[in-house]
């Protein structure tokens, strides 16, 4: 059986269960333990340290937009991408972009969770890891802060992210309009772009901003439940 390897509500890992789920595949989910993770990948000899990654039909295969096409080639139907070319490259372009948003949505989270540890806690709730949520969380500190230096996740970066989320959401919300994104078959871009938008949506000091928009419906729709959570209060408020 395809093997599929993730972190606990790492949103990049999320978009590619979605894309599973919508080629009806079956696959069995391994989940790796934060940091550790890079050092067990390279030893079953994935090129990159980072999840998502997958064992697929005998190959390996790692990132999410390398994933959606691997199983693009492998199950043709239900499509995540459009058949028409010129509709294929608008949501390729959205799938490309959405890897930006990643990168920002991770760096929001990670500065979040070093201020805010019950974040850390709740995620380790929905983690099949045996690790004592509380404990857990209690001693996460000098992983949050090696995890912030692999992400980039500075307190100028953070201020930077958040300045230029609502520029973001406006694009998503065009592409929603225009039909990129957001009908009612869902393609490769709305699994790339949704999984960050609801994680973002999970922080207290940003759901209002998201959830009134066109943004915020569809990762609501695609995403019900994310298992993370940053009280109010925990993110930069001089932006």
């Not at 890992?13 to 599973?20: D, F, G, H, K």
């Amino acid at each position: 059986m395809d093997q599929l390897y993730v972190l606990t509500a790492s949103h990049p890992c999320i978009a590619v269960e979605l894309m599973l789920r919508r080629k009806g595949l079956e696959y069995r989910r391994v989940e790796l333990p934060p940091l550790l993770s890079r050092g067990i990948l390279r030893a079953m000899r994935f090129p990159r340290k980072t999840v998502p990654a997958m064992r697929l039909d005998g190959r390996r295969v790692q990132g999410s937009r390398a994933i959606s096409r691997a199983l693009e080639q492998l199950r043709p139907d239900p499509p995540l991408f459009p058949r028409d070319p010129r509709a294929r490259a608008g949501v390729e372009e959205a799938e490309r972009w959405g890897e930006e948003l990643q990168d920002a949505a991770r760096r929001i989270e990670v500065w979040g969770l070093g201020h805010d540890r019950t974040g850390v806690e709740v995620q380790l709730r929905a983690s099949a890891l045996p690790v004592p949520p509380r404990l857990g969380a209690r001693l996460a500190g000098p992983s949050l802060w090696r995890y912030g230096q692999i992400t980039g996740a500075t307190d100028d970066a953070v201020r930077c992210d958040l300045a230029q989320l609502p520029t973001m959401l406006d694009r998503i919300d065009a592409w929603i309009a225009a039909g990129v994104i957001g009908a009612e078959e869902p393609n490769a871009a709305d699994f790339q772009i949704a999984p960050s938008v609801r994680l973002l949506m999970t922080m207290d000091d940003l759901r209002s901003t998201i959830e009134s928009r066109r943004a915020g419906s569809l990762a609501l729709r695609l995403v019900p439940d994310y298992p993370s959570r940053l009280g109010a209060g925990t993110l930069p408020a001089d932006v």
